[in-house]
């Protein structure tokens, strides 16, 4: 089975600029999980949904939004970027099953010129 | 609130030697579940093991243990017979109780590892 995917791989934007990041989970995952990772730091949770509705937000602006379509995967926008969204973003996915342990995908690499 | 401490910054060691990784948490909870990642450098974050507040029991997997202490608020990995292959930064991570949109992961902030052939 595939696991989790991501697009775009690497992305390049400058200050101002609107983002669309996309997840698409392990087969038969219903959460979905999205998570920031500055360069030397650790993953810091963004958000989390669940049968297409939002079960948890991190300490992030509003200019980050996410949502999640009938099929599971997701979208993680950020609009009027600022040079600190440069990050590594990490989506995760899980069946949401009791127990159930979070697989990550390989990260859309944004740089914010 | 929940937190994750990983003191050792870098670490660097010849192959085959043993190695260590530390974690320290706090939570407030009193199930909650504590995880180790491996990122190798193409950067996807790779799952290792999960163990929950109620098995105390060591683990071993291959040449990988882990040392899961609640007295200590401690959950270490040890590398035996450490490999090239081993080189990466290495996560740990604590939940509180998973389940139906709850898996919230809180990090620390890696520790890198280096193998030396």
């Known amino acids: 089975d595939a696991g989790v995917t991501q697009s775009p791989t690497h992305l390049i934007k400058t200050r101002g600029q609107h983002v669309t990041l996309r997840c698409s989970p392990i087969?038969?995952?219903?959460?979905v999980s999205w998570y920031q990772q500055v360069l030397g730091q650790g993953p810091q949770f963004i958000f989390q949904?669940?049968?297409?509705?939002?079960?948890g937000r991190g300490n992030f602006p509003d200019r980050f939004s996410a949502r999640q379509f009938p099929n599971y995967s997701s979208e993680l926008n950020v609009n009027a970027l600022l040079l600190g969204d440069s990050a590594l973003y990490l989506c995760?996915?899980?069946?949401?099953?009791?127990?159930?342990?979070?697989?990550f995908g390989p990260g859309t690499r944004l740089l914010v010129l | 609130a929940q937190k994750v401490t990983q003191a050792q910054t870098e670490i660097s060691v010849v192959e085959k030697e043993d190695v260590t990784l530390d974690c320290v948490y706090e939570?407030?909870?009193?199930?909650?579940?504590l995880f180790w990642y491996k990122q190798p450098p193409s950067g996807e974050l790779v799952f290792l093991i999960r163990?929950?507040?109620?098995?105390?029991q060591n683990e071993i997997s291959g040449r990988y243990s882990w040392n899961f202490q609640k007295s200590t608020s401690s959950f270490n990995f040890t590398i035996t017979a450490s490999q090239v292959v081993d080189s990466a930064v290495y996560f740990c991570?604590?939940?509180?109780?998973?389940?139906?949109?709850?898996?919230?992961?809180?990090f620390g902030t890696g520790t890198r590892l280096t193998i030396i052939p």
């Open positions: 995760a996915s899980s069946s949401a099953a009791y127990q159930e342990t979070q697989y």
């Open positions: 087969s038969g995952h219903k959460s």
């Open positions: 949904y669940y049968e297409k509705e939002e079960r």
């Open positions: 939570t407030r909870d009193t199930t909650y579940y």
């Open positions: 163990r929950n507040s109620f098995d105390e």
């Open positions: 991570a604590l939940s509180g109780p998973l389940g139906f949109g709850n898996e919230k992961l809180t």
